[in-house]
T-cell receptor, first 117, second 112 residues
């Protein structure tokens, strides 16, 4: 099956610093990648849609200047949390889509645990 | 074991019994639904999907039922095993851009 990786798997940073999270589709080229955020014991909340070569589309309430998304190629999207604060501590998950011939399937990465101190 | 109503946050089921996880969706225009399993500290894993032109779809040990009249989706797991312990999310497709909207999730705990 299609594999999506994320790096790092966990990161601890100090308040005010920036953190970059990478999302890679390892064995396929992704039409679209999505970024989600998940707080403890809560569901996944879509943050933004990322397409290669174009600006990301952010969901309502998500600050585009704080969560910078760069989609450099069909296999790599990055999420940079700028000037991180403790309330940004969360589990960040990306997904990548591929057309299976029947539907566009989303494959999820293993997630990145961000802790801001 | 069965979660009733919209959904319960947790479901405890005896190993070997069947599990039923329920989900209510909100958008009557949604035409594609997916069930995901998420283990602690990991990303969601695809279980089974169904399109709105169907009311039932079966996989290996799992069955998804869709009732569009009441906007209700359920996941049935046959002969529940300890490895089935996880959080289960339903998700609906909310547009042609393949964005997914996730439900709140149900935590399934399998008792030995």
């Amino acid at each position: 099956g299609a594999v999506v990786s994320q790096h790092p798997s966990w990161v601890i940073c100090k308040s005010g610093t920036s953190v970059k999270i990478e999302c890679r589709s390892l064995d396929f080229q992704a039409t679209t990648m999505f970024w989600y955020r998940q707080f403890p014991k809560q569901s996944l909340m879509l943050m933004a849609t990322s397409n290669e070569g174009s600006k990301a589309t952010y969901e309502q309430g998500v600050e585009k200047d704080k969560f910078l998304i760069n989609h450099a190629s069909l296999t790599l999207s990055t999420l940079t949390v700028t000037s991180a604060h403790p309330e940004d501590s969360s589990f960040y998950i990306c997904s990548a889509t591929i057309f299976s011939g029947r539907i566009y399937e989303q494959y999820f990465g293993p997630g990145t645990r961000l802790t801001v101190t | 074991g069965e979660s009733v109503g919209l959904h319960l946050p947790t479901l405890s089921v005896q190993e070997g019994d069947n599990s039923i996880i329920n989900c209510a969706y909100s958008n009557s225009a949604s035409d594609y639904f997916i069930w995901y399993k998420q283990e602690s500290g990991k990303g969601p894993q695809f279980i089974i999907d169904i399109r709105s032109n169907m009311d039932k779809r079966q996989g290996q040990r799992v069955t998804v039922l869709l009732n569009k009249t009441v906007k209700h989706l359920s996941l049935q797991i046959a002969a529940t095993q300890p490895g089935d312990s996880a959080v289960y999310f339903c998700a609906e497709n909310i547009g042609y851009d393949y964005k997914l909207s996730f439900g709140a999730g149900t935590t399934v705990t399998v008792r030995a």
